[in-house]
C-alpha cells in the first residue's frame, strides 16, 4: 500500500477510496468524508479521526492502535 503517513487528508473526499494496506500513521483524517472507502489491513496508529465518516468502510483488519 501506500505509504501515506503524516498526509493532510481532512477534509478531503476519499468516497469509495482504496487505502488496502496503506500506512496511515499519524495521518490527519479529520472531517474527511471516507465512506465505502477500503481500508483493509491499513496502518491508522495515531491517526486524527475526528469528525471522519466511515459509513460502510472496510477496516478488516486496520491497526487503529492510539487513533482518536
Same mark, same amino acid.
Given at each position: 500500500?501506500?505509504?501515506?503517513?503524516?498526509?493532510? +487528508?481532512?477534509?478531503?473526499?476519499?468516497?469509495?477510496?482504496?487505502?488496502?494496506?496503506?500506512?496511515?500513521?499519524?495521518?490527519? +483524517?479529520?472531517?474527511?468524508?471516507?465512506?465505502?472507502?477500503?481500508?483493509?489491513?491499513?496502518?491508522?496508529? @495515531? &491517526?486524527?479521526?475526528?469528525?471522519?465518516?466511515? &459509513? @460502510?468502510?472496510? +477496516?478488516? @483488519?486496520?491497526?487503529?492502535?492510539? &487513533?482518536?
Amino acid at each position: 500500500g501506500a505509504d501515506l503517513s503524516f498526509a493532510n +487528508l481532512s477534509n478531503a473526499s476519499a468516497v469509495g477510496a482504496d487505502f488496502t494496506g496503506a500506512n496511515l500513521t499519524a495521518a490527519l +483524517l479529520a472531517d474527511t468524508d471516507a465512506r465505502q472507502a477500503d481500508f483493509t489491513g491499513a496502518t491508522l496508529r @495515531g &491517526a486524527r479521526l475526528d469528525g471522519a465518516n466511515f &459509513a @460502510g468502510a472496510d +477496516l478488516d @483488519g486496520a491497526d487503529l492502535t492510539a &487513533a482518536s
